[in-house]
Every structure is written in C-alpha cells, then in structure tokens.
C-alpha cells in the first residue's frame, strides 16, 4: 500500500506516469482505461425486503405490539356488539363495559 499523502509531489508524478504541467499522456490513459475502465459507479439493482430484515428484535415487538393493538380493537368493538343485542335487565349493580 502506498502513502501518497507522505510522498513528495515529484516522488508521486514519478510513480504514476504523469507530469505536472501535460497530465497523462495519451496512451497512459488508453492502458489505464484498459486496466480500470472508466470512473463511474456500478448499478445495484435496489434491494427487497425479505423475511430475514424483520429478524431485528425491536422490528418484531413494533409488530406484536400492532398485532396486540388490531385484536384489543377487535374485541372491544365485537363486545361492544354483543351488549348491544343481549342488553341485560337493568339493576342497581349492573356493570357497563
């Protein structure tokens, strides 16, 4: 591995082909090219969700902690139903939900 940043501007024009005032030659360039291609980034195709993202412990509890939340609402609202059609007789010690 070379340190370039601990190298002399000479010693580092020296050691990549290159001058100060032209640059790279031409068939520097054309061999680099061949040897490296051009400066570009590469395309990833975006990445899927998959069952192995929800293995995160904090995902899981956020999502059983929905889970509890959909069925208290769905019981409450069915209970809520079920009172509605068997309405008891009215008393001094009747309990309403």
Known sequence: MTHWHSMEADQVLKE?????????????????????????????EPK???????????????????LFSMLAALLFRISIRVSEIFKPQETAFTIYI
């Open 16 to 44: 990549l082909n290159s001058d100060l005032d032209q640059g790279l030659s031409r068939e520097e360039v054309r061999k680099r090219l061949g040897i490296y291609g051009y400066n570009e980034l590469r395309k990833e």
């Open 48 to 66: 899927r969700a998959s069952f192995w993202s929800l293995s995160n412990i904090l995902t899981l509890l956020l999502l059983l902690a929905a």
